[in-house]
């Protein structure tokens, strides 16, 4: 049965999706958004999930990140029609990943195009599995010539397993090296290749070699563990400005309305009477993800008494990075962007608020 999500992103308005797949719905997300596939994030209820999470949760909301990682999206022109791949960091690629991702592709769709049977012309220049995706642009078209031209290169599936439980399927060759799973799993789940550690059958796995010096087959299982390092409409509405920041030390004596988690919160009033919080200023932490702050505000509650707090006004962020939108009282666009560390709360000058026709506020982590 397909599920309707209302989609939320930094640069677009509340949008409404039918989930009738995962292919289709990151299609559709990139079609509606301009975020390609490869470069989209997925948020619920203020935490990063993956894709094919999506549905095992009963909320309908989810928002969309962009990576911003270099990505191009390459159109294959074949017999059955046109076939978009979208490719990640593409400057450092050559046609073998192409065929790989073409291959998966295929699948989604339930096309059959052996690798071993086809051939890949940019222009009238026929494509070498050496040959570089950096000399092609963003959006150009390939054609596929059903004439075999390539040596027979069985994909294999790898099962990467995180120490939370979750696993996800990536696809590569036997003779591509572990680095190469390293820089699938960012484009995945964002973790960069150097905080990564990739154990197979209890060992740990070296960048340089490949997957068939590990005797690696179809389905082998991957272990990931980390190496971390530290720790609206026209009419307006009151918010900060979000210009003037300020980074505040921690206190050991805070009460529980006042304790911040990693991500994005919001600072009102509880006017809850028989409430412990009561008229006091509240820190309700709301995560990761995409926020519309208008619609926002309405909705946020004392971590005590869990009723809607009032007059906010403020956010502030801790252990994560942000980018906001807005459109401000006089129609002027205005964007602004930072980092919140370990180490202090990084909040904006109370009472410095303006009026926002829109304001929409992105916050993830690395």
Request: overall charge neutral.
């Amino acid at each position: 049965m397909e599920k309707s999500y209302s989609v939320q992103t930094l640069d677009t308005e509340l949008f409404q999706l039918q989930f009738i797949n995962e292919n289709d719905f990151a299609e559709a997300i990139e079609e509606i958004t301009g975020i390609l596939t490869v470069c989209q994030d997925y948020y619920i209820s203020g935490i990063q999930t993956q894709l094919e999470d999506i549905k095992n949760f009963t909320v309908n909301h989810i928002s969309i990140i962009n990576k911003e990682i270099p990505a191009s999206r390459f159109n294959i022109s074949t017999p059955s029609g046109l076939i978009r791949v979208r490719i990640a960091n593409p400057n450092h690629k050559n046609l073998k990943s192409l065929l790989l991702s073409f291959n998966i592709e295929c699948k989604n769709k339930n096309l059959i195009f052996p690798l071993d049977q086809i051939s890949f012309y940019y222009g009238d220049t026929f494509m070498t599995n050496n040959f570089p995706l950096s000399n092609i642009s963003h959006d150009s078209t390939i054609n596929l010539i059903l004439h075999p031209a390539y040596p027979s290169q069985i994909p294999i599936r790898i099962i990467v397993t995180t120490k939370t439980g979750k696993s996800f399927e990536i696809c590569l060759y036997e003779t591509q090296k572990i680095s190469q799973i390293k820089e699938e799993i960012q484009n995945i789940i964002g973790i960069p290749p150097d905080q990564q550690r990739l154990i197979y059958e209890q060992m740990q796995l070296s960048d340089e070699k490949t997957l068939s010096y590990y005797n690696m087959c179809d389905k082998s299982e991957v272990t990931l563990a980390l190496s971390l390092r530290g720790g609206g409409g026209p009419r307006g509405f009151s918010f900060n400005g979000m210009s003037n920041e300020v980074k505040i030390k921690f206190s050991e004596n805070a009460p529980d309305w006042r304790i911040v988690r990693p991500g994005i919160s919001f600072c009102g009033i509880c006017m809850n009477i028989k409430c412990r919080a009561y008229n006091d200023n509240i820190i309700s932490n709301s995560g990761l993800g995409v926020f519309d702050v208008n619609r926002q505000v309405g909705i946020i509650v004392c971590p005590i008494c869990e009723n809607v707090i009032s007059r906010v006004r403020n956010c502030g962020f801790y252990m994560a990075e942000w980018k906001y939108f807005g459109i401000d009282s006089g129609g002027i666009e205005r964007r602004g962007s930072g980092r919140a560390y370990e180490d202090k709360y990084s909040t904006f000058l109370d009472g410095d608020n303006q009026q926002w026709r829109v304001l929409r506020i992105a916050v993830w982590q690395k």
